[in-house]
């Protein structure tokens, strides 16, 4: 099952310690490692680790619903080490982290909080599968399952409405304020070519891109997953060919179309209403987007990749965004679960790595 999807991050991002990359010091305590038996699935799952190097699974042993329990089991373990480190215990609400993102008054004067979840069109070119309409399940199937223990936060949440290709979900969080997800996405079908010939499917992508755009304006929290289109991204249309029916990356590079029109649409916005974090899960969006990212959000957090991200490595970066803001978490222990939830087992050096960051 090929899972590799294409998305990166632009180099010279800084971490809050004024380093290159990531931030990834050391919070409060030592991080502990998993115990060995944590769950029966894990020795599966390691035996089917990737290298960077490796874009296909070896011998899947576990869906992708697998892969997203593992990871919100290991997050809960994560959420139990780290109270033992911090102010917080089960039932009590942390007062906000070190991190300003913490202390906007866009998130204190208001009733309901806003995170959309863009997924761009998610083509496996040259193959014609096209993937984006089944990452949606899956989400919800995380977000709406039932909270297993007091450390377990990307769970109970309740569909508050959904449509063809999207839906918003809920869920009262802190004291007294409401989570509004919103996820959405632009295929038709999980074939390419059947989409191609489809009338409707330039209107929804049409929709699903004006849906994006317009939350620039609405969100604290804005997604994207899916293709860098080699620095012509995020694209939620079918890709451009060329003459040997693959992806044309050389005429997205060139016309730069939809990051252009994310840079107009965000210039148009007050600085203050731009969101907090803005996040593009896609291969290597720090090298292709920072640069021009930090240009129109220069107070806010950028999640971005470094290199190609893998399909579970999505996953990874929302729910640890999702947990860590259920918690009030500081990036730096942000960056520590994504660490944590490595389950890609990317290594550099012999050092295991996560290729995707939150950067300032």
């Given at each position: 099952?090929?899972l590799?999807?294409?998305?990166?991050?632009?180099?010279?991002a800084?971490g809050?310690?004024?380093?290159?990359?990531?931030?990834n010091?050391k919070?409060?305590?030592?991080?502990?490692?998993?115990?060995?038996?944590?769950?029966?699935?894990?020795k599966?799952?390691q035996?089917?680790?990737?290298?960077?190097?490796?874009?296909?699974l070896?011998?899947?042993?576990?869906?992708?619903?697998?892969?997203?329990?593992?990871?919100?089991?290991?997050l809960?373990?994560?959420?139990?080490?780290?109270?033992?480190?911090?102010?917080?215990?089960?039932?009590?609400?942390?007062?906000?982290?070190?991190?300003?993102?913490f202390?906007?008054?866009?998130?204190?004067s208001?009733?309901?909080?806003?995170?959309?979840?863009?997924?761009?069109?998610?083509?496996?070119?040259?193959?014609?599968?096209?993937?984006?309409?089944l990452?949606i399940?899956?989400?919800?199937?995380?977000?709406?399952?039932?909270?297993?223990?007091?450390?377990?936060?990307?769970?109970?949440?309740?569909?508050?409405?959904?449509?063809?290709?999207?839906v918003?979900?809920?869920?009262?969080?802190?004291?007294?304020?409401?989570?509004?997800?919103?996820?959405?996405?632009?295929?038709?079908?999980?074939?390419?070519?059947?989409?191609?010939?489809?009338?409707?499917?330039?209107?929804?992508?049409?929709?699903?891109?004006?849906?994006?755009?317009?939350?620039?304006?609405?969100?604290?929290f804005?997604?994207?997953?899916?293709?860098?289109?080699?620095?012509?991204?995020?694209?939620?249309?079918?890709?451009?060919?060329?003459?040997?029916?693959?992806?044309?990356?050389?005429?997205?590079?060139?016309?730069?179309?939809?990051?252009?029109?994310?840079?107009?649409?965000l210039?148009?916005?007050?600085?203050q209403?731009?969101?907090?974090?803005?996040?593009?899960?896609?291969?290597?969006?720090?090298?292709?987007?920072?640069?021009?990212l930090?240009?129109?959000?220069?107070?806010?957090?950028?999640?971005?990749t470094?290199?190609?991200?893998?399909?579970?490595?999505?996953?990874?970066?929302?729910?640890?965004?999702?947990?860590?803001?259920?918690?009030?978490?500081?990036i730096?222990?942000?960056?520590?679960?994504?660490?944590?939830?490595?389950?890609?087992?990317?290594?550099?050096?012999?050092?295991?790595?996560?290729?995707?960051?939150?950067?300032?």
């Amino acid at each position: 099952m090929l899972l590799g999807l294409c998305l990166s991050l632009p180099a010279g991002a800084l971490g809050q310690n004024g380093n290159s990359g990531p931030l990834n010091s050391k919070v409060g305590c030592e991080p502990k490692s998993l115990p060995t038996d944590f769950f029966e699935d894990f020795k599966k799952e390691q035996k089917n680790s990737w290298t960077e190097n490796v874009q296909i699974l070896r011998q899947q042993e576990l869906t992708q619903a697998s892969l997203v329990s593992i990871i919100e089991k290991i997050l809960a373990f994560q959420n139990s080490q780290w109270s033992t480190c911090s102010s917080y215990s089960p039932g009590q609400t942390r007062e906000p982290g070190p991190h300003r993102i913490f202390h906007d008054s866009r998130l204190s004067s208001v009733d309901t909080l806003k995170m959309t979840i863009a997924v761009g069109y998610y083509d496996q070119r040259p193959l014609l599968e096209v993937r984006d309409n089944l990452i949606i399940p899956l989400f919800v199937n995380q977000l709406t399952s039932q909270c297993q223990d007091e450390f377990s936060m990307n769970c109970g949440f309740e569909v508050q409405s959904s449509g063809f290709n999207d839906v918003y979900l809920q869920k009262r969080i802190w004291e007294d304020q409401t989570l509004q997800v919103h996820i959405v996405n632009p295929s038709l079908s999980t074939n390419d070519n059947v989409n191609r010939v489809n009338r409707d499917q330039q209107i929804f992508s049409q929709d699903t891109q004006k849906k994006y755009l317009d939350s620039f304006a609405d969100s604290q929290f804005v997604f994207y997953l899916g293709h860098s289109r080699n620095g012509g991204g995020p694209d939620f249309f079918p890709p451009i060919l060329n003459a040997s029916e693959h992806t044309n990356y050389k005429e997205y590079r060139q016309k730069r179309t939809q990051i252009n029109e994310v840079i107009q649409t965000l210039e148009k916005i007050p600085l203050q209403n731009r969101p907090l974090v803005f996040g593009m899960s896609s291969c290597s969006s720090r090298s292709h987007f920072q640069k021009r990212l930090k240009t129109v959000l220069p107070s806010s957090v950028l999640m971005l990749t470094k290199e190609t991200v893998y399909e579970v490595e999505n996953f990874e970066s929302v729910l640890v965004f999702l947990n860590g803001l259920q918690l009030r978490k500081s990036i730096d222990e942000m960056n520590q679960d994504l660490q944590s939830v490595n389950i890609a087992h990317r290594k550099r050096n012999n050092q295991e790595m996560s290729t995707v960051g939150f950067y300032e």
